[in-house]
T-cell receptor, first 118, second 117 residues
Framework: AQKITQTQPGMFVQEKEAVTLDCTYD???????LFWYKQPSSGEMIFLIY??????QNATEGRYSLNFQKARKSANLVISASQLGDSAMYFC???????????????FGAGTQVVVTP | ETGVTQTPRHLVMGMTNKKSLKCEQH?????MYWYKQSAKKPLELMFV???????ENNSVPSRFSPECPNSSHLFLHLHTLQPEDSALYLC????????????????FGSGTRLTVV
């Protein structure tokens, strides 16, 4: 069963606007971590932001913030003040369980293609 | 060099060829991973090595053979591949066994784009 769901296959956003990318997850573990990655057309996976399941504050990294709603099992990424260079594929991922159980492996959603327009 | 380096960046091979993908990490991590990214599909975990021991093999066909000679290097040996194996192959590393529930420094390489003809 799919553990990470990204319902938006693609989005257009105007430069300088904010955009929210949706991510819901499914786990029965109490300890887990949520990641967002950016993948430009070159293929590399660029780490953006991380949220641990026990973190009480929403994670922020520069223009990226993660809207973590634990009860709803959602971890939406907000990109503020979009730039043309933000055009890329964005993936939500989850690491379940303790390290010895999951070996740190990640499960990925299908991704959201973001296109920033001038 | 820092980070995770993958070579080659692009590879075209025939179905009867044997080739290898290389991954090198300079982050002092103790776990390394191979992922496959096919068009229009989520990333799929192929193999996990922790402390140089293979700890997971996600039902990957035997034509893919991983090797982890030390904690800094990971190879994916390829032989008699099929056209459907054409994909982006991504290597990653992380620091498991860290205290807490952190991100473990999970870092990806730039990938090898493989085309099987």
């Amino acid at each position: 069963a799919q553990k990470i769901t990204q319902t938006q296959p693609g989005m257009f956003v105007q430069e300088k606007e904010a955009v929210t990318l949706d991510c819901t997850y499914d786990t029965s573990d109490q300890s887990y971590g949520l990641f967002w990655y950016k993948q430009p057309s070159s293929g590399e996976m660029i780490f953006l932001i991380y949220q641990g399941s026990y973190d009480e504050q929403n994670a922020t990294e520069g223009r990226y913030s993660l809207n973590f709603q634990k009860a709803r099992k959602s971890a939406n990424l907000v990109i503020s003040a979009s730039q043309l260079g933000d055009s890329a594929m964005y993936f939500c991922a989850m690491r379940e369980g303790g390290t010895t159980d999951s070996w740190g492996k990640l499960q990925f959603g299908a991704g959201t293609q973001v296109v920033v327009t001038p | 060099e820092t980070g995770v380096t993958q070579t080659p960046r692009h590879l075209v091979m025939g179905m009867t060829n044997k080739k290898s993908l290389k991954c090198e990490q300079h982050l002092g991590h103790n776990a390394m991973y191979w992922y496959k990214q096919s068009a229009k599909k989520p990333l799929e975990l192929m193999f996990v090595y922790s402390l140089e021991e293979r700890v997971e093999n996600n039902s990957v066909p035997s034509r893919f053979s991983p090797e982890c000679p030390n904690s800094s290097h990971l190879f994916l040996h390829l032989h008699t591949l099929q056209p459907e194996d054409s994909a982006l192959y991504l290597c990653a590393s992380s620091q498991v066994y860290s205290a807490g529930t952190g991100s473990y420094g999970y870092t990806f390489g730039s990938g090898t784009r493989l085309t099987v003809v």
